[in-house]
């Protein structure tokens, strides 16, 4: 017979599954989360994906007819999703916030990872108030931190779990499937096509450069009126002003699925990212590089990006990459080299992508990110003894109403046994002798 001790924890082991808890999935828009979770649903039998999503059966409906075989398990959440998880694993600061109150009640541990943006910013008040609160559970089993700068953040702040330095992101794995060189030629001067992509977050994307890619496309076109420009993102001719020359020279492509916009980079030459940190909001910043700009590198389109946090580690200046300052002068500046040096852009462009492949292949940054929730779930320790703790605090108060309410019970079965026994048999009193035996 198990001890009560062994019993408890044959319970919590009964609870086997494990959750990943998101705002925006099953968004197709969103292509690095698509690549990340259908990899642990393709690895973990019992992982199952809870949203929180708005609009959840529009965008689950997109989703179920591109990956029929993962729908069943991507649902949407609600407050019994977390009765049977042992553990969850969620990604951006805004959810693990969002979600802490419900882990608290479930007593789930949790891993997360803290990619810039989504409600993290350095030095932001709103932001810290939400990240010491996730720091200070005591269900929080590790951070994964995805550039440098975030790592010494947390180190600042004290964080006492363990945290995981894994540089740069998941991209989905059509990009390192069949990537041919760009269909372009740099034949001649007349086929250089240089793009912007980013999505709109704020009036006229100044966090992401874009007036200082506009007035560096206006000076281009004034020396190399044959270069063709493109925007991909949801801008339009109508954010800022445009000149007749500029606007003759410049494609709108709005939002494109992730297989268009592979097909669209491998068009292109050179993909320009000004982008500016603590512009959109207080500490906001982005990774370095920008997934777009990621892309666009596995596809062998050379990088013209900033890097004002100085967050590089792997690309060299000038051989595999370009940065320069997010100012049109200076994006004019290294762009014209690359113009009058075709052998240089196609170099940056195949050497860049050489990198890119490395750093981003998909082994590398998910085989990493699985085995720690592998051990999460198997190598840690006594982490049952946490949620067991805090189950049998939950339940304590009901079994003592119980036992009163059983030994009321009893009080009342010996005083109506007494009451009636003195009146009746000795076979009638071992009958209420036997009743109340089997109740102990």
């Not at 924890?9 to 969103?30: E, G, I, M, W, Y």
């Not at 350095?122 to 200070?136: A, F, R, T």
């Not at 206006?218 to 270069?227: N, W």
């Not at 982005?286 to 690309?315: H, I, Q």
């Amino acid at each position: 017979m198990m001890s009560s001790f062994q019993h408890y924890k044959q319970l919590d082991n009964d609870r086997h599954s494990v959750a990943v808890l998101d705002d925006f999935f099953p968004n197709l828009l969103t292509a690095f989360r698509v690549a990340e979770f259908n990899w642990y649903l393709e690895r973990f039998p019992r992982l199952t994906i809870y949203s929180t999503h708005p609009n959840f059966k529009t965008v689950h409906a997109a989703y179920a007819q591109c990956y029929p075989q993962h729908a069943d398990r991507v649902r949407p959440y609600n407050e019994s999703s977390l009765d049977d998880c042992a553990f969850a694993y969620m990604i951006f600061l805004n959810n693990a916030h969002h979600f802490l109150p419900a882990l608290n009640s479930h007593n789930v541990p949790f891993l997360m990872t803290l990619y810039p943006g989504g409600g993290f910013g350095l030095g932001d008040p709103e932001s810290d108030e939400k990240l010491d609160q996730v720091l200070g559970s005591p269900l929080l089993r590790g951070i994964i931190a995805t550039q440098s700068v975030t790592l010494d953040y947390l180190k600042a702040k004290g964080c006492t779990v363990p945290i995981h330095d894994i540089y740069g992101g998941v991209i989905n794995s059509i990009y390192f499937e069949g990537v041919t060189n760009n269909k372009q030629t740099l034949i001649n001067s007349s086929a250089i096509s240089i793009c912007f992509v980013a999505e709109r977050y704020m009036p006229q994307g100044a966090n992401k450069g874009y007036p200082q890619f506009i007035e560096a496309a206006k000076q281009l076109i004034q020396e190399f009126p044959y270069l063709h420009f493109s925007v991909v993102g949801s801008f339009d001719a109508d954010d800022i002003l445009l000149n007749n020359q500029l606007r003759d020279a410049i494609s709108f492509k709005g939002l494109l699925t992730t297989t268009n916009l592979k097909e669209f980079f491998l068009t292109q030459d050179i993909i320009i990212s000004p982008n500016r940190p603590f512009v959109l909001c207080p500490g906001n910043f982005d990774g370095f590089p920008t997934g777009c700009c990621v892309e666009a590198s596995l596809c062998g389109v050379a990088v013209v990006c900033s890097d004002e946090l100085k967050l590089n580690r792997y690309y060299t200046d000038g051989v595999d990459i370009v940065i320069c300052d997010p100012t049109p002068d200076s994006i004019v500046k290294a762009i014209g080299k690359l113009i009058h040096d075709p052998d240089l852009l196609m170099s940056i462009g195949a050497r860049g992508q050489g990198i890119s492949q490395k750093i981003f292949d998909q082994k590398r940054q998910l085989g990493q990110r699985s085995a720690l929730l592998i051990n999460a779930l198997n190598g840690n320790g006594t982490h049952w003894i946490t949620k067991l703790d805090g189950r049998i605090k939950t339940a304590e108060q009901p079994i003592a109403n119980q036992t009163n309410h059983i030994r009321s019970v009893d009080a009342e079965l010996v005083k109506f046994q007494n009451s009636i026994c003195g009146k009746c048999s000795t076979g009638l009193s071992r009958l209420f002798s036997i009743i109340r035996g089997k109740r102990t």
